[in-house]
């Protein structure tokens, strides 16, 4: 069981005949693995009114087994110095490990236990529903965690992806153990799994292993729901009092299966990757307009998107809005320079080799890139992509994506519609 035609040396895939697939890349000079499963098991797949499930669902998954409660689950893995966590994001989500590669087949063990033999007790579920709702207080409470709800409330509208990742206090009070049980028999199933692992390995073991623990598990998820998000124009307003304005904005951009995806990269890093963005610049470093700008981006399956933060004062904010805008016009208008092209890749490139350098780095950077393009890119191939890109490309990838329009804006503080934005889109 070599590795496979046409994969990069040292990755390697394969399906089990229930339909768990398996991805590896063997990292020799390491001593230690870390692997994840990613499911199909997220915000978008909670029922309508069962909002903040997903999120829940994460933490009751550690929380005992037929066979261990969650003591002796945490006491287990602490006895093989592992580390272990689960993630929910709007698409997709993700239970990992990360340990010595010698704990692996015991390891692995603990992972078969709390996938396939969750119990959900109750007497866990209210303490860990208590966690949520701080949660829940906490992001109400700081308009900086609050900002980008609101604006993907709007860009998503009409889909599942506008949800509340955690939920409203509402929905999650009203949660109980059977729509737990209800959500794992429905998402946790293994059609719906990629297995992604990175370290030191013998990747026939892992194989061997995994058939023994998870080939008998049976049954198939539905298909996910597909969403298709029409983001237009619109400005939202969450009135706060207060010397601050927090305002967020998102526009169409590429995604991660575009063939711009690497220029949209590139233009992000200029317009508000780092200091010397011109956003940093513009904005904060000449006019004294901000504490924080920030542009990246985000995405997912069906649409990418580009995300800009500024956190200003309500004095200030009609012409921090302003700046921002007239440099997304000037972006889509003239592209980048050839100093800021090179700039780019330079910066890109350490990022991407310094979050390459880990085995959990590379479990996730495999399970992305398998999950949505049904490849795995190795770091030198995305250095290669980040050096292919040239100032032709981007300007055209901004003629495919404006990113003035259609602008979704959000803010939250004291300022109206007016005071802020007036004629500033027009």
Same mark, same amino acid.
């Given at each position: 069981?070599?590795?496979?035609?046409?994969?990069?040396?040292?990755?390697?895939?394969?399906?089990?005949?229930?339909?768990?697939?398996?991805?590896?890349?063997?990292?020799?000079?390491?001593?230690?693995?870390?692997?994840?499963?990613?499911?199909?098991?997220?915000?978008?797949?909670?029922?309508?009114?069962?909002?903040? %499930?997903?999120?829940?669902?994460?933490?009751?998954?550690?929380?005992?087994?037929?066979?261990?409660?969650?003591?002796?689950?945490?006491?287990?893995?602490?006895?093989?110095?592992?580390?272990?966590?689960?993630?929910?994001? +709007?698409?997709?989500?993700?239970?990992? $490990?990360?340990?010595?590669?010698?704990?692996?087949?015991?390891? %692995?063990?603990?992972?078969?236990?709390?996938?396939?033999?969750?119990?959900?007790?109750?007497?866990?579920?209210?303490?860990?529903?208590?966690?949520?709702?701080?949660?829940?207080?906490?992001?109400?409470?700081?308009?900086?965690?609050?900002?980008?709800?609101?604006?993907?409330?709007?860009?998503?509208?009409?889909?599942?992806?506008?949800?509340?990742?955690?939920?409203?206090?509402?929905?999650?009070?009203?949660?109980?153990?059977?729509? %737990?049980?209800?959500?794992?028999?429905?998402?946790?199933?293994?059609?719906?799994?990629?297995?992604?692992?990175? =370290?030191?390995?013998?990747?026939?073991?892992?194989?061997?292993?995994?058939?023994?623990?998870?080939?008998?598990?049976? =049954?198939?998820?539905?298909?996910?729901?597909?969403?298709?998000?029409?983001?237009?124009?619109?400005?939202?307003?969450?009135?706060?009092?207060?010397?601050?304005?927090?305002?967020?904005?998102?526009?169409?951009?590429?995604?991660?299966?575009?063939?711009?995806?690497? #220029?949209?990269?590139?233009?992000?890093?200029?317009?508000?990757?780092?200091?010397?963005?011109? +956003?940093?610049?513009?904005?904060?470093?000449?006019?004294? %307009?901000?504490?924080?700008?920030?542009?990246?981006?985000?995405?997912?399956?069906?649409? =990418?998107?580009?995300?800009?933060?500024? $956190?200003?004062?309500?004095?200030?904010?009609?012409?921090?809005?302003?700046?921002?805008?007239?440099?997304?016009?000037?972006?889509?208008?003239?592209?980048?320079?050839?100093?800021?092209?090179?700039?780019?890749?330079?910066?890109?490139?350490?990022?991407?080799?310094?979050?390459?350098?880990?085995?959990? #780095?590379?479990?996730? #950077?495999?399970?992305?890139?398998?999950?949505?393009?049904?490849?795995?890119?190795?770091?030198?191939?995305?250095?290669?992509?980040?050096?292919?890109?040239?100032?032709?490309?981007?300007?055209?990838?901004?003629?495919?994506?404006?990113?003035?329009?259609?602008?979704?804006? #959000?803010?939250? =503080?004291?300022?109206?519609?007016?005071?802020?934005? $007036?004629?500033?889109?027009?």
């Amino acid at each position: 069981m070599s590795n496979q035609q046409g994969l990069p040396p040292n990755y390697f895939y394969h399906t089990l005949p229930n339909g768990i697939e398996l991805i590896g890349q063997y990292m020799p000079s390491l001593s230690s693995i870390s692997f994840g499963f990613q499911l199909d098991a997220a915000v978008v797949h909670e029922p309508e009114n069962k909002q903040g %499930l997903a999120h829940l669902f994460e933490y009751m998954l550690f929380q005992g087994t037929k066979t261990k409660d969650a003591r002796a689950l945490n006491e287990a893995f602490e006895s093989l110095g592992a580390r272990k966590g689960a993630s929910t994001s +709007l698409e997709t989500a993700m239970v990992w $490990g990360q340990i010595v590669n010698t704990k692996f087949d015991a390891t %692995l063990n603990l992972f078969h236990d709390i996938l396939l033999n969750p119990t959900f007790p109750n007497n866990e579920l209210e303490q860990m529903r208590n966690l949520v709702l701080q949660e829940i207080r906490r992001r109400d409470d700081e308009p900086m965690s609050r900002i980008f709800e609101l604006v993907r409330a709007n860009f998503y509208k009409g889909t599942a992806l506008s949800r509340l990742v955690l939920g409203t206090d509402e929905q999650v009070r009203q949660l109980k153990r059977q729509n %737990l049980r209800d959500f794992w028999q429905a998402r946790y199933q293994p059609n719906n799994v990629l297995f992604s692992i990175a =370290g030191k390995f013998d990747w026939e073991h892992v194989v061997e292993r995994m058939q023994e623990l998870f080939g008998n598990w049976q =049954g198939g998820a539905a298909p996910s729901p597909e969403q298709e998000p029409r983001p237009v124009q619109s400005v939202s307003l969450e009135f706060r009092e207060g010397k601050q304005e927090h305002i967020g904005m998102m526009v169409p951009f590429p995604n991660y299966t575009d063939k711009d995806y690497y #220029a949209a990269m590139v233009a992000a890093e200029v317009l508000g990757g780092s200091m010397a963005s011109r +956003l940093f610049v513009e904005v904060r470093e000449k006019r004294g %307009l901000v504490y924080s700008v920030s542009a990246g981006l985000a995405g997912n399956k069906h649409i =990418g998107a580009l995300r800009i933060y500024a $956190g200003t004062t309500p004095e200030q904010g009609r012409e921090c809005l302003e700046v921002i805008v007239n440099e997304l016009r000037r972006l889509e208008k003239g592209g980048i320079t050839t100093d800021e092209l090179e700039r780019a890749k330079v910066q890109l490139k350490s990022e991407n080799v310094m979050r390459g350098e880990g085995s959990g #780095a590379r479990m996730s #950077a495999i399970l992305r890139s398998w999950w949505y393009e049904r490849q795995l890119k190795t770091i030198q191939e995305i250095k290669d992509a980040i050096d292919a890109v040239t100032q032709e490309q981007v300007l055209s990838m901004l003629h495919r994506y404006s990113p003035v329009h259609p602008l979704t804006i #959000a803010a939250i =503080g004291p300022l109206s519609q007016e005071e802020l934005v $007036g004629n500033t889109l027009a």
